[in-house]
Structure formats: structure tokens, C-alpha cells
T-cell receptor, first 116, second 113 residues
Framework: DAEITQSPRHKITETGRQVTLACHQT?????MFWYRQDLGHGLRLIHY???????NKGEVSDGYSVSRSNTEDLPLTLESAASSQTSVYFC???????????????FGEGSRLTVL | DQQVKQNSPSLSVQEGRISILNCDYT??????FLWYKKYPAEGPTFLIS?????DKNEDGRFTVFLNKSAKHLSLHIVPSQPGDSAVYFC????????????FGKGTRLHILP
């Protein structure tokens, strides 16, 4: 079965360290997204990609970067982790449909990151 | 500025009864609305959606109602089952675009035996 997987599921790091969260999907979806979920904020979009070599900033992109070298993977990098980036991170993908309208995101199980 | 508001953080409903989850939005440009369900330690899963050209969409036990004039939508679950206990996120997008989806904070639904 096609799926979307995130790793690591749990990570503890120190302030200032570089951290990379992996996201791999086997749906062959063109669209991939990174969200963070914080208490009192719901899900907020960090970065997204509509295809290989395409990346775009979302609502809360400061301090994060992504790269898309193939269809399956969209790693999220925190260049210098800060305590404010302690959160649960969700990767998602969606199929490209003509006109770009889907609305149905397929989410991974999440990566809980703690920055001390 | 919250564009999608779920004002009830939690809701408890007896098994077999109707669960009604509410959502309000402020951006009149939203034209596509969605509900996602989330269990603990899992990612959200898509539940049901509605376009702004409709006022109702039904899928089995789940029905979403849209009142554009009031900028309000609701999710009805009938009858409620124990497996419905989860956090429900309301979401809205502009032009139906995936990169324009704005999520609410979620409502935790407890189904009581």
C-alpha cells in the first residue's frame, strides 16, 4: 500500500543544532507540504512543493528550509534550532489534479521535536 | 487573526446521539471547506469537504452544512460511535488550492458509552 512516512518520530536536540526531519511518500504525489501543530494554533503551513525542484514558503517559514530533489522526498531542515521550534511536525502530500484543486491531504504520523 | 475558528475546544456526546461540530470563518474569499479527523499519535485524515456552491454534502454518517451568509459550517455525525472520539479540524481554502488551506485549532470530541 502507498503511504507517507516521517522520521524520526521523536527527536530531542539542543538550541543551535541543525536538525533534519525526513518525509517520504510512495503515492507518487506531486504536491508535498510541511505543517507544524502547536497548542492553540492548529496546523500551520511551513513550506510546500508542487514538484521536483519547486519549493515555496508557507505561513511560518522563518528558520526552516526544504529541498525537493525527487518526487518521493521533502526533507525539512531547521538550520539552527530554537526553543520556539519545539512542536509536532506533519508532512503531507496530495495528488495534482487539473486546476490544482484537491483539498485532500494525506498526512504522515508526525515527528515530535523538542529543542532544549 | 484567526480566519477559521472552532470555538469549542471539546465536546462530549452520548453514543448513538448526534454530534454537531461548529466552525466559523472570517475570510469571504474561502470557497472550499474541509473537515479532518485526528487520533492521538497519528496524522490527520481527510473526512469530508464542501464547495461554496453547495450548502450540504453527505457521506454516510457524516454531513457538512455550509451557511455562506453566516460564514458558518458544521459537521454532523449521526449516530455517534465510540470510534468517532478524536480531534476534528475544520479547514478552508481559497480557490480550492492546497497551499491556501487554513486550519482551525480543532475540537476534541468524546463519545460517551
Amino acid at each position: 500500500d502507498a503511504e507517507i512516512t516521517q522520521s524520526p518520530r521523536h527527536k530531542i536536540t539542543e538550541t543551535g543544532r541543525q536538525v533534519t526531519l525526513a518525509c517520504h511518500q510512495t503515492w507518487n504525489h506531486n504536491n508535498m507540504f510541511w505543517y507544524r501543530q502547536d497548542l492553540g494554533h492548529g496546523l500551520r503551513l511551513i513550506h510546500y512543493s508542487y514538484g521536483v525542484h519547486d519549493t515555496n514558503k508557507g505561513e511560518v517559514s522563518d528558520g526552516y528550509s526544504v529541498s525537493r530533489s525527487n518526487t518521493e522526498d521533502l526533507p525539512l531542515t531547521l538550520e539552527s534550532a530554537a526553543s520556539s521550534q519545539t512542536s509536532v511536525y506533519f508532512c503531507a502530500s496530495s495528488p495534482y489534479l487539473e486546476g490544482g484543486i484537491t483539498g485532500e491531504l494525506f498526512f504522515g504520523e508526525g515527528s515530535r521535536l523538542t529543542v532544549l | 487573526d484567526q480566519q477559521v475558528k472552532q470555538n469549542s475546544p471539546s465536546l462530549s456526546v452520548q453514543e448513538g446521539r448526534i454530534s454537531i461540530l461548529n466552525c466559523d470563518y472570517t475570510n469571504s474569499m474561502f470557497d472550499y471547506f474541509l473537515w479532518y479527523k485526528k487520533y492521538p499519535a497519528e496524522g490527520p485524515t481527510f473526512l469530508i469537504s464542501i464547495s461554496s456552491i453547495k450548502d450540504k454534502n453527505e457521506d454516510g454518517r457524516f454531513t457538512v452544512f455550509l451557511n455562506k451568509s453566516a460564514k458558518h459550517l458544521s459537521l454532523h455525525i449521526v449516530p455517534s460511535q465510540p470510534g468517532d472520539s478524536a480531534v476534528y479540524f475544520c479547514a478552508a481554502s481559497v480557490e480550492g488550492r492546497d497551499d491556501k488551506i487554513i486550519f482551525g485549532k480543532g475540537t476534541r470530541l468524546h463519545i460517551l458509552p
